[in-house]
């Protein structure tokens, strides 16, 4: 099985892929129930679990007026 990151909302280390009918697979974090986006299978289930959106610096955020 694929490594999974920590659950994006409580943090927990505690996930596991569930298969939610014959075509659909998600990740499903134990600790506060959190269920990420459906795929077609549980490889890409993880892929996208893993996924960080990756916030965008401000120009000029360090710098003093």
């Keep these: 099985m694929m490594h999974t990151l ?7 280390t505690i996930s596991q ?3 939610i ?3 659909q697979w998600a990740i499903y974090c134990v600790q506060c129930n959190c269920i990420g986006p459906a795929r077609t ?3 890409s289930a993880i892929d996208i679990w893993n996924e960080r959106h990756q916030a965008e610096q401000q120009r000029g955020s360090d710098c003093l007026p």
């Design 41 to 43: 299978s549980a490889a």
């Design 17 to 19: 892929s569930i298969e």
């Design 6 to 12: 920590p659950c994006p909302f409580c943090g927990s």
């Design 21 to 23: 009918d014959a075509e």
